[in-house]
């Protein structure tokens, strides 16, 4: 009798974990990412001919917490239609129970990778503010994401920023949200695994206590699983958070970080909620006015630092009055010789 | 802050400084508050007209010869009403124009004429 190798058994537990699409409008390419709820796989979708990106649970539970968390996190993203967060093309359930949705497969790289290569502190803002915009956007809609952090931001080749992974989302005012009640009645509602079908479930509601997020960019009271009372400036902490691991990661170079953005980052990261910004386009708009060279609400200047703000936005236009006044004089010493 | 008023401002700006330089020659120093009025409406026209050629022409060298040309030409218009001290009032003049010339071509916002536009 011969034995299977090691490699032999690893490659049969492989195959058997992946998701069989038989049935299905999509052709599985390969697994491009993996986290504790799912795994995310490039594939190709064989009715339109494009490459989309399929997130699926790893063990089959139509009816369990994993799959309602998976499936709300469709009905949030389907629910968000903005630049900076990525569409929802199809949800349903395959064969095996496993639940998926099908989203826009975004080609580019993860904001911390992105960062090793950005070395300017104007192009990290840029990115930075779009992020801002986002949640911004998604906290109009009552939409908390809860776990931003760089590894689940994404950057494109075109200049496109993209927030990732809402699978912790909480939905703040669930009237926002279109909820299943209030879809439109022509949509499709059938029990073969049609997107309708799959988002017509209840909010999932996290229980008081639970800590969801990622330590270092979720806000204290997050940390303590007062899931009660989070609020928008849940996500301001991790933004800035975020903020200080992109000037961090730029200061890691010769550079020094300007004090300014640290307390930008400080004012984001407050202990206390009502330190924060009140908003994440507030946060925004800091920034804004520091690359502008404006005062900034999280730093408080003296007259000296005020001069040296004024001297520095408009250095080019003091070189050049200084630049006529020497040349003036030049000249005036030259018709009186 | 937009090209045009960019250059309205530094052209305002170098103006007033151009008039004041005058008390350096005696023979003018009595008309002094006409020299800086006049020199500084002169700084501001030629830096509107800079700005505009500036939010239309993207090119260095040429924001630096109209503005030259522009700085000049409103030099002579002075210097022959006066027909007297032309090289005193145009060679600075022409500095002046030839500065805001450079300065609107290199900063600047010209996105307030596309807004406008649309």
């Known amino acids: 009798m011969n034995w299977l190798s090691d490699k032999a058994i690893a490659r049969l537990r492989s195959a058997s974990a992946e998701p069989d699409f038989a049935g299905t409008r999509y052709r599985l390419i390969e697994r491009i990412a993996s986290g504790g709820m799912g795994s995310v796989y490039l594939a190709e979708d064989a009715t339109l001919g494009r490459s989309v990106a399929i997130k699926i649970l790893d063990v089959p539970d139509s009816s369990g917490e994993l799959a309602a968390r998976l499936q709300r996190e469709a009905h949030i993203l389907a629910s968000l239609e903005h630049p900076g967060i990525v569409p929802v093309h199809d949800a349903g359930t395959l064969a095996d129970g496993r639940v998926f949705y099908a989203m826009k497969f975004v080609e580019g790289e993860r904001l911390d990778r992105f960062s090793e290569r950005e070395s300017t502190l104007p192009g990290r803002l840029r990115i930075f503010q779009r992020i801002c915009d986002t949640v911004a956007f998604a906290h109009t809609r009552g939409v908390l994401h809860r776990d931003l952090k760089p590894e689940n931001i994404m950057t494109g080749p075109f200049g496109e920023v993209l927030v990732m992974d809402w699978g912790i989302a909480k939905i703040l005012r669930a009237n926002r949200i279109a909820t299943p009640a209030e879809m439109p009645r022509e949509q499709p509602r059938d029990d073969s695994g049609t997107l309708a079908a799959v988002l017509s479930l209840a909010p999932l509601e996290t229980a008081h206590g639970a800590v969801l997020g990622t330590p270092g960019y979720m806000a204290p009271e997050q940390a303590r699983g007062d899931v009660e009372r989070l609020d928008e400036r849940a996500d301001i902490y991790s933004l800035g958070a975020i903020l200080q691991f992109l000037i961090a990661a730029r200061a890691h170079g010769t550079q020094t970080t300007p004090r300014v953005l640290t307390a930008i980052a400080r004012k984001a990261m407050d202990a206390d909620p009502a330190g924060r910004y009140a908003s994440a386009s507030e946060l925004g708009q800091d920034i804004a006015r520091y690359v502008d060279g404006l005062p900034v609400l999280a730093y408080p200047e003296n007259v000296l630092q005020k001069v040296g703000r004024w001297g520095a936005r408009y250095r080019l236009a003091i070189v050049l009055v200084l630049t006529y006044l020497v040349l003036r004089a030049l000249l005036i010493f030259w018709f009186r010789r | ?118």
Do not use: E
């Open chain 2, 1 to 118: 802050m937009n090209k045009v008023t960019y250059g309205l401002i530094l052209g305002g700006i170098l103006g007033i400084f151009d008039g004041l330089t005058s008390w350096f020659t005696p023979a003018v120093r009595p008309q002094l508050m006409g020299i800086v009025l006049g020199s500084t409406f002169k700084g501001l026209l030629a830096g509107v007209l800079i700005g505009i050629f500036a939010r239309k022409v993207h090119s260095r060298g040429l924001g630096v010869l109209f503005g030259l040309g522009v700085g000049l030409l409103f030099a002579f218009f002075i210097a022959y009403m006066q027909r007297n001290y032309y090289v005193q009032i145009m060679v600075p003049g022409g500095l002046v124009g030839l500065i805001v010339g450079y300065a609107t071509q290199k900063y600047g916002d010209s996105s307030t004429a596309s807004a406008s536009r649309t």
